[in-house]
């Protein structure tokens, strides 16, 4: 069984830091691209982040470029978002999800992921 489970969100204030984590089970997680993607109320879900399978190519949403930093460590199944410069439109709930197998790139549409966590609140006031 696949379990995705998102850890580290919270309440910050503008400008802070926060460290998500998304700590991967039953599946080879070296296998797969992974992605962060967020949605905050009455919004459709959005890709924030993307890690090729081996960690070496990252993607990212251009209104996150210089701020987000999206990794991953395959020897510990767990993947990272390293968030600063936090603007209140960052707030959301943001999700970890897994391509589909034997995708190399990390897509950016929802639907070609397999996998989901169940998501971590991000909070940032003004």
């Known amino acids: 069984q696949v379990q995705l489970v998102e850890s580290g969100g919270g309440l910050v204030q503008a400008g802070g830091s926060l460290r998500l984590s998304c700590a991967a089970s039953g599946l080879t997680f070296r296998n797969y691209a992974m992605g962060w993607f967020r949605q905050a109320p009455g919004k459709d879900r959005e890709f924030v982040a993307g890690?090729?399978?081996?960690?070496?190519?990252?993607y990212y949403t251009d209104s996150v470029k210089g701020r987000f930093t999206i990794s991953r460590d395959n020897t510990k199944n767990t993947m990272y978002l390293e968030m600063n410069s936090l603007k209140p439109e960052d707030a959301a709930v943001y999700y970890c999800?897994?391509?589909?197998?034997?995708?190399?790139?990390?897509?950016?549409?929802?639907?070609?992921?397999?996998?989901w966590g169940q998501g971590t609140q991000v909070t940032v006031s003004p």
């Open positions: 890690v090729s399978a081996s960690g070496i190519n990252t």
């Open positions: 999800a897994a391509s589909k197998f034997g995708v190399a790139t990390p897509p950016a549409r929802p639907n070609e992921y397999r996998y």
